[in-house]
């Protein structure tokens, strides 16, 4: 068997931790939407909760780029997605009383960006 020296097995460290860092995780990001258990009256109670809370709304008006499809389940997934994004990306600001949940991949479509 052969033996690395210390500088090289130092070296073979370092070069790793640099490039582990450097990978892309799939996962990175998380969003947070509506349930699809959600009741109409608790997205509209998300909407509004989300709205008064600093939340850019204009994009679900009509004429918005989030406002088609016009659902209340997309809606409030962009709502709460983007009162989620700015407090904290924590399990608390994805709650919503138990309404939302986290998803792994982008859903943004179309003009519709999800921060």
């Given at each position: 068997?052969?033996?690395?020296?210390?500088p090289?097995?130092?070296?073979?460290?370092?070069?790793?931790?640099?490039?582990?860092?450097?990978?892309?995780?799939?996962?990175?990001?998380?969003?947070?939407?509506?349930?699809?258990?959600?009741?109409?009256?608790?997205?509209?109670?998300?909407?509004?909760?989300?709205?008064?809370?600093?939340?850019d709304?204009?994009?679900?008006?009509?004429?918005?780029?989030?406002?088609?499809?016009?659902?209340?389940?997309?809606?409030?997934?962009?709502?709460?997605?983007?009162?989620?994004?700015?407090?904290?990306?924590?399990?608390?600001?994805?709650?919503?009383?138990?309404?939302?949940?986290?998803?792994?991949?982008?859903?943004?479509?179309?003009?519709?960006?999800?921060?």
């Open positions: 068997m052969a033996k690395i020296s210390s090289l097995a130092l070296l073979f460290i370092i070069l790793s931790s640099i490039m582990i860092n450097h990978f892309h995780v799939a996962s990175s990001k998380t969003w947070c939407v509506a349930t699809l258990t959600a009741t109409n009256a608790q997205l509209q109670a998300n909407i509004n909760f989300g709205c008064s809370q600093g939340v709304c204009r994009p679900i008006r009509p004429g918005g780029s989030c406002f088609i499809p016009n659902t209340l389940v997309n809606h409030a997934s962009f709502v709460m997605n983007s009162y989620y994004q700015n407090h904290g990306r924590t399990n608390q600001a994805c709650s919503f009383k138990n309404t939302g949940t986290f998803a792994a991949t982008d859903p943004s479509f179309g003009k519709c960006v999800y921060a």
